[in-house]
């Protein structure tokens, strides 16, 4: 290699915009906006332009069906929110400084006006369609749009600053949210705390992959949020705000007095959209239950309601809508976690699930106390795949929440005594595990083996006991027993034919 060969190829190489392509792209997505310049450029006033005269030739026809007029209307958001001076998105190196960059802005404009075109037309023989094809079109329209404005760096923008709140009518937005939900762990946080807290097999059959469900109470020291760890973490500031709870942590119960709040974010329309509801709904059932409440009884645990609703209606658009006090039919109120004494700790769990299309629920439990999940499930027709998104936390008793603990059992459980104290029993001495057949057979087999070895050593042991004085005597005792044992097998053997594993 001759002496700055390689320095030589690094400045062609930045010459010529085709090689760094892919780099430059990947800076579109994901550099945020540092300065601007008077002068606009080609490239970004490319997407401006493009943007709006999709805007305008989709606002042009009016006799569109509604889907047409929701794209136009996505269409005209995205050029206005790029037009408004506070979210503007703005080049963030100018024009000619880096060639390779210009040429990816331009590639994807040019890729953005072909996309829009064909759009264009689809929309044009969405107007003329069949009841068929409507359907299959309206997929390839949200799937051209997703493709036309998933690399603009202005929907990025928008993106990164409102995370698609109040935009989740359009395609892009929902898909940008659903990639965000699962790459940055949204998703495998809640699966693992589902396995780790053996939610699955406790509570549940199975589970499917869950949707996002938001948990958020209110703190007044910090703005803390769940590290993972069983505590929050905290700035130490002294105000009153909202923290989103990861899911499975530890938390006081003095936390959750009142309802906390609750939100759902589904990523697709539950039903196809149509002319006159381009964004259905579908009816949902929010449940909190505990799998951990104490049975003095049986010794064991029981299931207990703590929130029942039903018949709530959510879509795309409903992400921003508190789950417990936005509509539905409250079957049972918020009653606040309590885990009493000895109880150990205990485990509160959100359940959301969309009911059938009917939407009929046919039977409804008439108690809190000893609530069976499956067995709901099962008599309302509900499956594990049912299960739309799940939530969970954890709680145990402590000195410090005594008195609240008590003030629940009083007010709610109507306890005049407060909460009731449990001893731990311990688990060898409630349950003892069967021995199998082959187990049985086993040590039947010892017991005779033993028996003869006994008789064979003319009553030298006393009380099933080996002397202690004698080791010798001893060793030959028990190589007596080995080799009844032995012997014994091998009856067994040609007894049954098959051999016992001791």
């Known amino acids: 290699m001759k002496p700055g060969s390689s320095s030589r190829r ?40 493009t943007s709006t005269s999709s805007s305008s030739a989709s606002s042009s026809s009016s006799t569109k069906p509604s889907t047409t007029s929701t794209k136009s209307s996505t269409t005209s958001t995205v050029s206005s929110t790029s037009s408004s001076s506070s979210t503007k998105w703005k080049r963030p190196i100018k024009e000619g400084i880096n060639p390779a960059y210009d040429a990816a802005l331009t590639y994807l404009s040019s890729y953005q006006t072909k996309t829009l075109s064909k759009l264009s037309a689809l929309q044009t023989k969405l107007a003329s369609a069949s009841e068929e094809d409507i359907n299959s079109l309206r997929e390839k329209i949200d799937q051209l749009e997703i493709e036309a404005y998933i690399n603009d760096p202005a929907v990025r923008y928008e993106f990164k600053n409102t995370a698609g709140s109040r935009s989740m009518d359009r395609p892009v937005m929902r898909t940008l949210a659903k990639a965000k939900w699962i790459k940055q762990g949204g998703r495998d946080i809640i699966m693992g705390r589902i396995y780790q807290n053996r939610i699955v097999p406790d509570l549940l059959e199975d589970c499917p992959p869950s949707l996002p469900l938001t948990l958020s109470i209110k703190t007044s020291t910090g703005t803390g949020t769940g590290n993972g760890s069983g505590n ?28 906390p709040t609750l939100t759902f974010q589904p990523f697709e329309h539950p039903s196809t959209p149509s002319t006159s509801n381009p964004n259905p709904t579908a009816n949902y059932t929010l449940l909190v239950v505990s799998p951990d409440e104490p049975n003095s009884d049986t010794a064991s645990y029981t299931e207990r309601i703590h929130y029942l609703k039903t018949d709530i209606p959510l879509s795309v658009t409903t992400g921003d809508i508190d789950l417990f006090t936005g509509p539905g039919n409250e079957v049972f109120k918020w009653e606040p976690p309590a885990p009493a004494k ?74 005049p005594t407060g909460a009731p104290e449990y001893e731990q029993v311990e688990l060898s001495d409630r349950m003892v595990r069967p021995l199998s057949a082959q187990q049985k057979r086993a040590d039947q087999i010892r017991q005779r083996a033993w028996e003869r070895a006994v008789e064979k050593a003319g009553g030298y042991l006393l009380g099933g006991g080996l002397p202690e004085l004698n080791p010798g005597l001893a060793n030959a005792i028990e190589s007596v027993v080995e080799r009844q044992m032995g012997e014994l097998e091998q009856e067994q053997r040609d007894e049954d034919g098959k051999h016992v594993v001791v």
Not at 16 to 43: D, E, F, M
Not at 233 to 255: C, F, R
């Open 10 to 49: 690094r400045v062609s190489a930045a010459i010529n915009p085709l090689s760094y392509s892919r780099s430059a792209r990947i800076i579109v997505i994901t550099r945020s906006a540092s300065s601007s310049t008077p002068s606009s450029s080609s490239s970004s006033s490319s997407f401006s332009t």
């Open 342 to 415: 000895g109880a150990g700790r205990q485990r509160y769990v959100f359940l959301l699930l969309r009911q059938n299309i009917d939407n009929a629920l046919s039977t409804m439990p008439t108690s809190r106390a000893n609530f069976r999940l499956r067995q709901f499930m099962r008599s309302n027709t509900l499956s594990p795949r049912s299960i739309s998104a799940v939530h969970l936390f954890r709680a145990e008793w402590t000195v410090e929440e005594k008195t609240h603990i008590d003030t629940v059992w009083r007010e709610y459980r109507q306890s």
């Open 232 to 259: 929050s973490v905290g700035n130490g500031e002294d105000n009153d705000t909202s923290s989103s709870i990861e899911p499975g942590l530890i938390l006081p119960t003095s936390k959750f007095t009142s309802a």
